[in-house]
């Protein structure tokens, strides 16, 4: 028997082998939205990756310079469209930052509130996509949209949308929140909270999931800094980097939370940090709850067309995904020169390369899961 | 109720540009730049020619340490040529720089710096794409966004058509510059 298998394999040994050049995409489930990569395979191992992305791009940064600073919200919300809150937020910011605007108390702490909610909208998204990537489908998928379902109803309840809100305005915000707002934000984070540990019990500790997700696809620190990747992405690898800590805004510098860093940088470890970082944002919210006080939402004097003078400023947020920025140059006038947007899952996509090849093909998909792209943001 | 007014919010961040700006000088000792203070960031302007020498001084220097690269893009200023803007961090001291390139109009061109930062790669690429500027020495010039049959238009630049109409109804649709 042993020498028939010697046999066999010495045979093999002859035989000419080439590698296999296999498309992935544009239009499959498993590549989160219109994104296709070629990849080269020799077996079951990927030797090769090549990304194309554009399927999705719709020329919005060409579009925010021929319109005014507030008809750009809109766009914005369109590159980001699972975390369009944090993305608004971004662009307004850049444009109080070139006015110089004063955003009254209340305003902040309603942005931060419904930023980090979006957080979590974001990142259930993901823990249910994620999930399927790994191949368990159904409950860990439905538990993660209905909790989904309950923040996207709040978000309805407050802006009026579902996921384009364009509820944020240079200045403030559009309108004031409903009166029961801060009642159904208790209520929606008790099902959240309930939600995320539901979710940790099925997957976290799932002898499947860990074989499926520990030590593939790690990135060191030092790589993930160098290419770029930004978020849990990177704070997976260990890098203690976080926007809202390192360099504050709104009121960030007032709540007490703990940035949630990983150690091996491989596809758990992403999947764990947004775990944690969802029970950080709870906090968060909670404490911008108290702070919460009546007020002016908008300032008291505010131009009916806004105009800044000339400057240029890069402006920088953390999105659910990593570092978003908005560069904005104005020469002046009512609408901006140049807005560029600084896509965290553009960059985090450019390691997609190198966390795949030498992967099995299955894992690539679980990989590309793990950095949870949103490929109009991307292509923007 | 107190509020600061946002932009003092921002220097408070960064805080004094004093501390940055010797930190940024010491760095990039030897190399000719010219200082700007931004609403955010301080902004170095430095020449096409020593933008990769310049790069690894502020990326290899102790106390500058800017091995993070935020965001790569360009601004064309249409008759004074374009400018080539790179947003650097520091992941370990915590700070922030801008560096800017002036190219003029005749020569699009300067050196690449994915040696530096590998994240430059896409973003090069995609600058190139839509402005037509020239990455020499980038190890995969091919498009980014755009369909790779398409090699001669750069829509981000500001003589570029918004949409077809205004090909059809004439220009001015855009950039002339007047208010809405």
């Known amino acids: 028997m042993v020498e028939v298998l010697s046999q066999t ?22 590549t989160h939205g219109v994104f296709r990569m070629v990849m080269t395979v020799d077996g079951e191992v990927v030797r090769d990756v090549i990304p194309y992305i554009g399927y999705l791009h719709r020329g919005a940064e060409k579009l925010c310079e021929t319109m005014d600073f507030r008809q750009g919200i809109g766009f914005m919300d369109r590159t980001e469209y699972l975390a369009a809150f944090n993305a608004e937020l971004s662009y307004v910011m850049a444009v109080e930052a070139l006015a110089d605007l004063e955003v009254p108390e ?31 489908f159904g409950t860990p998928f439905i538990y993660a949209w209905r909790e989904r379902e309950a ?113 091996h940088g491989d596809v ?44 240029e400023v890069y402006l920088r947020t953390e999105a659910p995904r990593g570092e978003y920025g908005v560069y904005m140059v104005s020469r002046g006038g009512n609408r901006p020169y140049r807005c560029k947007v600084r896509s965290s899952c553009l960059s985090n996509l450019q390691a997609l390369h190198e966390l795949t090849v030498g992967e099995y093909m299955a894992d690539a998909i679980v990989i590309l899961g793990s950095i949870d792209i949103v490929l109009s943001e991307v292509d923007r | ?10 220097t408070n ?86 560096v800017k390139v002036f190219l003029s109009n005749e020569s699009l061109r300067l050196p690449t710096v994915t040696d530096v930062w590998p994240a430059a790669n896409w973003l090069e690429r995609e600058v190139a794409e839509m402005f037509g500027i020239k990455f020499s020495g980038h190890p995969d010039p091919r498009n980014l966004l755009m369909p790779e049959e398409i090699d001669d238009t750069f829509p981000l630049r500001k003589d570029h058509p918004l949409a077809e109409i205004e090909v059809l109804q004439g220009e001015g649709m855009g950039y002339s510059g007047e208010e809405l």
């Open chain 1, 106 to 136: 209340r305003a902040q702490w309603i942005r931060m509130i419904l930023c980090e909610l979006n957080r979590l909208s974001s990142h259930f998204m993901f823990l249910g996509a994620f999930g399927v990537d790994t191949g368990v």
């Open chain 1, 151 to 263: 923040l996207i109803d709040l978000f309805e309840e407050v802006s009026g949308d579902r996921m384009m809100y364009a509820y944020f305005r240079p200045g403030g915000i559009a309108w004031d929140v409903p009166v029961n707002f801060v009642d159904r934000v208790r209520e929606v984070l008790i099902s959240a909270t309930q939600g995320i540990d539901d979710f940790d019990s099925l997957l976290s500790e799932n002898e499947i999931f860990l074989a499926r997700t520990q030590g593939i696809g790690s990135i060191s620190a030092e790589r993930a800094i160098a290419l770029g990747m930004s978020g849990p992405s990177l704070r997976a690898s260990g890098v203690d980097m976080d926007i809202r800590r390192d360099e504050p805004y709104l009121k960030y510098d007032q709540v007490e939370w703990d940035v949630i860093t990983g150690e």
């Open chain 2, 13 to 98: 961040q960064i805080g004094d540009h004093d501390d940055i700006w010797s930190i940024v000088d010491n760095a990039l000792l030897g190399i000719g730049v010219n200082r700007e203070t931004g609403f955010m960031d301080v902004i170095v302007s430095i020449e096409t020619d020593e933008i990769v020498q310049a790069s690894r001084a502020l990326r290899d220097d102790e106390d500058a340490n800017f091995d993070y690269l935020r965001s790569l893009t360009a601004v064309d200023n249409m008759g004074d040529g374009m400018e080539v803007v790179y947003h650097l961090y520091s992941t370990t001291k915590k700070h922030n720089v801008t």
């Open chain 1, 268 to 311: 758990f470890d992403r999947y764990y940090c947004r775990v944690m970082e969802m029970r950080e944002s709870i906090k968060i919210i909670n404490q911008c709850l108290e702070h919460l006080a009546p007020g002016p939402i908008l300032p008291e004097k505010m131009p009916r067309m806004l105009r800044t003078p000339p400057g």
């Open chain 1, 9 to 30: 394999s010495d045979q093999s040994a002859e035989f000419e082998t080439q590698d296999l050049l296999l498309n992935v995409g544009p239009q499959h489930p498993s």
């Open chain 2, 1 to 10: 109720m107190t509020t600061e007014p946002v932009e003092e919010q921002f």
